[in-house]
Nanobody
């Protein structure tokens, strides 16, 4: 049974930093694109960042320049370093895995992801 387990969420003041981590039990972890999504109350789930199986990285416009995604295939983990946090970053953050068949358009689409974690809450106070 595949499991994605997020950790590292919490409460932080605006301008602060948090590092999220996701541990995956995927057998062929290196073949998967690993993404981070978030969902704020009353809003749709939205793409944040992805680390592809080719170790290329894509970010949403709101994350670019502030967040950094990284993956460790040996440890089967994907991290999201979040700096300069803003109150509007407050959301539940989800880790997700997609068998990587290529095609950059697929990486930002939540429907293309096969597996999801339970999520971790990030709250940024003003």
């Amino acid at each position: 049974q595949v499991q994605l387990v997020e950790s590292g969420g919490g409460l932080v003041q605006a301008g602060g930093s948090l590092r999220l981590s996701c541990a995956a039990s995927l057998r062929s972890f290196s073949s998967y694109a690993m993404g981070w999504f978030r969902q704020a109350p009353g809003k749709e789930r939205e793409f944040v960042a992805v680390a592809t199986s080719w170790s290329t990285y894509y970010y949403s416009s709101s994350a670019k320049g502030r967040f950094t995604i990284s993956r460790d295939n040996a440890k089967k983990t994907v991290d999201l370093q979040m700096n300069s946090l803003k109150p509007e970053d407050t959301a539940v953050y989800f880790c997700a895995a997609q068998l990587d068949l290529g095609g950059s358009a697929a990486y930002s689409q939540s429907s293309r992801y096969n597996y999801w974690g339970q999520g971790t809450q990030v709250t940024v106070s003003s």
